[in-house]
């Protein structure tokens, strides 16, 4: 009897956990749904405003309702003063970039920076706050190229990096003016990597035959289920080679005084050590920078939201879940 209500509570406890994930599945897939209803186009905060209001909450708690009212009112007075002077304050334009493999905010950048471009300055800065632990080779440079349009622009560009920067985050984050980093970010992971499974063993012993047909020596290198060859792993160790040098010709372009040799290891360093190294400029939060460059700026915030197919906000949904 004990045996029975043993195995009936494992039954439930497995009909239960199919049921969460059934739960779960479908709940990612509303979520998706649902996010993709949201309109195409491009939205800009004022961020002085948001820092502001952050602050007067402080200042009215702290300081009273009247003293509280003086200061907002010299504060009005100050910029009706500057703006009857026809005074223009410097622009600072803040993008951010949250990496996955595929790259895929990329299409948002190329929407964001075209933005920027079509009314700043040489006197205004761009702040891209970058979050990026590296993917594909193509989409990642694709995106390192949109960041080069605004230096092209003579705009001083400014990435953030408060979290993590590697691989092809720092093939991004190299091409800035100035880079600054909080403390323990992690910078580097200067390498290329290329790896997949082979099942011909297992397709062998249970007697499946695979065949494929190229046209070209190297149409095809290594295969998943294939039998490989020394000379197919020899042409991709090559190729991946290839990358990695242009990989270090693009950083040695964009700061030459670093040691290439030295920080192209694939190793990662956290930002205290990866300034030592001249990966970065300046120890620094995005935070701190924003919170200077409002005493003397406006500050924008530019979001492009585009409409994702359906099929890509379900895979979206699924490696979100995956990773938490």
């Excluded at 309109?39 to 602050?55: D, K, P, T």
């Excluded at 242009?246 to 360093?269: A, C, M, N, Y």
């Excluded at 995005?286 to 406006?298: G, K, N, Q, R, Y």
Aim: charged share 30%; with cysteine; proline share 2%.
């Amino acid at each position: 009897m004990i045996e029975f209500f043993f195995d009936y509570g494992l039954f439930l406890a497995k009909l239960g956990t199919v049921a969460v994930i059934i739960v779960v599945v479908v709940g990612v897939i509303a979520a998706s749904a649902k996010r993709g209803m949201h309109q195409e186009g491009l939205s800009v905060e004022h961020l002085n405003e948001r820092l502001e209001a952050l602050g007067d909450t402080v200042r009215r708690a702290v300081h009273g309702k009247e003293q509280f009212k003086q200061t907002a009112k010299e504060r009005k007075k100050e910029r009706k003063e500057l703006a009857n002077k026809g005074s223009q304050r410097r622009r600072v334009y803040v993008i951010d970039f949250k990496g996955d493999i595929r790259a895929t905010a990329t299409s948002s950048l190329r929407e964001e920076v075209s933005a920027v471009l079509a009314v700043a300055s040489e006197d205004d800065r761009v702040l891209v706050r970058l979050e990026n632990s590296g993917g594909t080779v193509h989409e990642h440079g694709l995106a390192a190229s949109q960041l080069l349009r605004i230096t092209a622009k003579n705009i001083p560009l400014i990435v953030s990096v408060d979290k993590v920067a590697a691989s092809g985050g720092y093939l991004m984050a190299c091409v800035a003016s100035h880079i600054i980093a909080a403390p323990f970010a992690i910078i580097g992971s200067i390498g290329v990597i290329a790896q997949l499974p082979n099942f011909h063993r297992f397709l062998e012993d249970r007697g499946v035959d695979f065949e494929q047909v190229t046209a070209g020596r190297y149409k095809r290198t290594l295969t998943l289920f294939g039998k490989n060859t020394e000379e197919g792993r020899g042409k991709l160790k090559e190729e991946i080679e290839d990358v990695h040098e242009l990989f270090k010709t693009q950083i040695s372009g964009h700061r030459p005084e670093i040691d290439i040799d030295r920080v192209s290891t694939g190793e990662h360093w956290y930002g205290t050590r990866a300034l030592e190294l001249g990966l970065i400029d300046e120890i620094r939060t995005s935070d701190d920078f924003l919170s200077d460059a409002a005493v003397e700026s406006d500050l924008y915030h530019l979001t492009f939201k585009r409409r994702r197919p359906f099929q890509e906000r379900l895979l979206g949904g699924a490696e979100s879940l995956l990773a938490r």
